[in-house]
C-alpha cells in the first residue's frame, strides 16, 4: 500500500518552465499520433475497468498538448462532449497531472484553490478528480489516467494504486505499438537503401566496365568499391531507426578515419585528418563514401600516397553560408605538378556523386610537388 502525501492537490497556479509546451513532449504526441487517434481497444478496455474497480461514473484516458486534451478512451462522459472527444485547456483538469508529473488527487475540485475556476468543474459536473500519468516510452508525461466523480470523495491510497496499475498497462500498450511503428519504418527505410544500393552497383558496374583493359583489373576496382560502401553502410546501419532514419548518422570524421585506415597510420607524417564535427546522414554518406573512395585511390596511384616521403591531409572547416569546405592535400610528390588519370570514370563518378547528387562543386589546384582539391557542399545536403 502506497503513501498518498505525495499526490498532493497543491500544484503551482503558475509554473514558469511550462511543461505542456516542452518541445520533445509536443513532438512524441505528434509522433505517435496521439491527440487525434482512432479508438484504441486496450485503453477502451481500462477506462471500463477504472470505472467498475474505483466505482466512479467517469473514467478517461486523456493526452494533452499545449492547446487541447484528448480524450482517447472514455466512459462515462455525456454524448455531446464524448463526441468531440476532448476540450480545450479551460475545461482540463488532466492538464495539472502534466504540468506536475505526479498523481492529482482532488477531493472536491469546487473547494481547490488551483480548480475551482476549472471550465471542467463548473460545465462537466467535476467534483472529485484522482489522476496519474501516462508516460511514453521515453519517460515524458503524455497525459492523465483519471476518475471522475460528481460528489465529494475521500480517494484512498488503494484508489491511487488501482490507477496506477492499469495506467502501467496503458504504458506498455503504447510501447509496443511505437515499436511496431518503428519495425514497419525501418523496414521500409532498409529496403528503400538496398534498392538504392542496387541501383549505385549498376551504375558503377556500367561505368567501369570500359575503363580497364581486363576482368582482373575491373575485379580488383570494383571490389575496392563496394569494400569502401561496405565499411560506409557498417557506420550508418546501426542508427537506423524510426526516430532518425533520415537524419545524421555518423559524422565526417568518423567516416573519413574509417576509409582511410587501409591506407597507413591516420595522424601521422604520412597521413592526416582533422576538421570540427560535421553530422553527416545516411544519403550523403554513401555518396562521400564513393567520392572519398576515388580520391584516394588516385593518391595511391599518382599522387601523395603513391612514393616514399609522400603524405595527405585531409581537412575541413564549415564557412559562413553553412558550406562544407574539404580541402584534400597531397605533398611530397618526386615529381613536380601531379599526374592526373585521363578523364574517365572516375572523373565522371567524382561528379556525378560531389557535384550531382550532393550538389556541391570541386576546385584543382597544382603546384610544385603538391597537389589538392577542395570541396564545397551544403550542409543541409550532407545530412539528408
Not at 501516462?134 to 484508489?159: K, M, N, Y
Not at 556525378?352 to 584543382?364: I, R, Y
Request: aromatic share 4%; hydrophobic share 40%.
Amino acid at each position: 500500500m502506497k503513501d498518498t502525501s505525495e499526490a498532493a492537490t497543491e500544484v503551482p497556479t503558475v509554473i514558469e518552465d511550462d511543461r505542456l509546451n516542452e518541445p520533445k513532449r509536443l513532438k512524441v504526441l505528434s509522433r505517435m499520433g496521439l491527440m487525434d487517434g482512432v479508438p484504441v481497444d486496450a485503453q477502451e478496455r481500462a477506462v471500463r475497468l477504472a470505472s467498475r474497480l474505483l466505482n466512479v461514473p467517469v473514467s478517461l484516458v486523456s493526452f494533452v498538448d499545449d492547446k487541447s486534451q484528448f480524450f482517447a478512451a472514455q466512459t462515462g462522459l455525456p454524448d455531446e462532449i464524448a463526441q468531440g472527444r476532448g476540450t480545450p485547456l479551460s475545461h482540463s483538469v488532466c492538464q495539472h497531472v502534466v504540468r506536475s508529473r505526479a498523481p492529482l488527487v482532488v477531493p472536491d475540485a469546487r473547494r481547490d484553490p488551483l480548480l475551482r475556476d476549472n471550465g471542467a468543474v463548473r460545465d462537466m459536473a467535476v467534483v472529485a478528480y484522482l489522476g496519474v500519468p501516462i508516460h511514453s516510452p521515453e519517460g515524458l508525461v503524455l497525459g492523465s489516467f483519471c476518475a471522475i466523480d460528481t460528489q465529494p470523495r475521500d480517494w484512498t491510497p488503494e484508489d491511487v494504486d488501482h490507477l496506477r496499475d492499469i495506467a502501467e498497462m496503458i504504458e506498455s500498450d503504447l510501447r509496443l505499438r511505437d515499436a511496431l511503428d518503428e519495425r514497419d519504418v525501418v523496414l521500409q527505410e532498409m529496403t528503400h537503401r538496398v534498392k538504392n544500393l542496387f541501383t549505385i552497383v549498376n551504375s558503377i558496374l556500367r561505368m567501369e566496365r570500359s575503363a580497364h583493359d581486363s576482368a582482373a583489373d575491373l575485379a580488383r576496382s570494383l571490389g575496392a568499391r563496394l569494400k569502401a560502401l561496405s565499411d560506409a553502410h557498417e557506420m550508418i546501419v546501426p542508427l537506423v531507426n524510426a526516430h532518425h532514419s533520415r537524419g545524421a548518422t555518423t559524422t565526417l570524421d568518423a567516416l573519413t578515419r574509417k576509409l582511410m585506415a587501409p591506407y597507413g597510420a591516420v595522424d601521422g607524417l604520412r597521413l592526416a585528418i582533422d576538421g570540427p564535427p560535421v553530422e553527416i546522414g545516411a544519403k550523403a554518406a554513401v555518396y562521400l563514401t564513393l567520392a572519398l573512395h576515388e580520391l584516394a585511390t588516385n593518391a595511391t596511384k599518382y599522387g601523395g600516397l603513391s612514393v616514399d616521403g609522400g603524405a595527405l591531409a585531409v581537412r575541413w572547416e564549415v564557412s559562413g553560408d553553412d558550406t562544407l569546405v574539404l580541402t584534400w592535400e597531397e605533398s611530397g610528390l618526386a615529381r613536380g605538378d601531379r599526374v592526373e588519370p585521363s578523364p574517365g570514370f572516375g572523373s565522371r563518378l567524382l561528379s556525378v556523386a560531389v557535384e550531382g547528387q550532393l550538389s556541391g562543386s570541386m576546385e584543382t589546384e597544382t603546384s610544385d610537388k603538391r597537389f589538392s582539391r577542395v570541396l564545397r557542399i551544403p550542409l543541409s545536403r550532407l545530412r539528408a
